[in-house]
């Protein structure tokens, strides 16, 4: 699992077919999604993707600076790029997934990797 950008100038969530069709499939991420995988990877709490799709620290600070760049809410978008500074800076995991967790909304927040989970289960079952 893992994102790549999209041609709208967005994200896509991309994940493994599954039932031997091979492949990966990709899903329009929406601002909670992409915060999620963000904390997944600080979290550690993936396997690791296909070469193609692994992260670097670099691809997740762009990732979470283009949720900030799309935020309307002026108070998210400020937390957004206090979330943007700890990943420059380099700040412990456990800070900057605090940071991004702030900002999640109230549906996702109690599990998010979880909730990523689970949408990547139903994009990859998916025919």
């Known amino acids: 699992m893992g994102f790549a950008p999209t041609l709208d100038d967005g994200y896509a969530l991309v994940v ?16 909670d999604l992409l915060l999620a995988m963000a904390i997944a990877y600080f979290e550690d709490a993936l396997h690791p993707p296909p070469d193609d799709l692994a992260a670097t620290h670099a691809d997740i600070g ?8 799309a935020e309307a809410d002026a108070s998210r978008r400020r ?9 420059d800076d ?6 900057v997934i605090a940071r991004l967790a ?3 909304s109230s549906d996702v927040a109690a599990d ?16």
């Open 90 to 95: 380099g700040l412990a995991a456990d800070a």
């Open 102 to 104: 702030a900002v999640l």
């Open 62 to 69: 762009s990732l979470v600076r283009h949720v900030a760049e």
């Open 112 to 127: 998010p990797v979880r909730g990523l989970l689970e949408r990547a289960r139903a994009i990859a079952s998916d025919d």
């Open 16 to 31: 493994e077919g599954s039932g031997g069709s091979g492949g990966s499939r990709r899903a329009e991420a929406d601002a």
């Open 79 to 87: 937390m957004l790029k206090e979330a943007v500074d700890a990943i």
